[in-house]
């Protein structure tokens, strides 16, 4: 079966949903009775917060619009400790700075 450029939305929304009925029954048989209204609150959220997820990927997937980045950029040593984020959206560059420290004398 090829879905085209769907396939890999329609593929993850199944994850998705799967991955929320796993914890649904996880929750609901794992806890005792009188903590089944709050393990299916929290299976909810669970599933909204996935579903959510899911939506914005395959929105971007879909609009051809990039997901956001951060890649490591220059790695350089200092007198103190900095970090600077660069770029422009959706591609951002993290450098950074580490403080080099003199080893202490042994007696």
Known sequence: MNLGKHQKAIVTVLGEAITFGTAATTLLLTVQQQWHA????????????????????????????????????????????????????????????????MPEPKA
Not at 53 to 63: D, I, R, S
């Open 38 to 101: 709050a393990a299916a609150v929290v299976a909810v959220i669970l599933g909204v917060l996935g579903i959510a997820k899911t939506l914005y990927m395959a929105l971007t997937a879909l609009t051809g619009t990039p997901a956001p980045s951060l890649s490591i950029g220059t790695v350089t040593t200092g007198e103190t400790a900095a970090a600077q984020i660069r770029g422009d959206a959706p591609r951002h560059v993290l450098d950074l700075v580490l403080p080099h420290t």
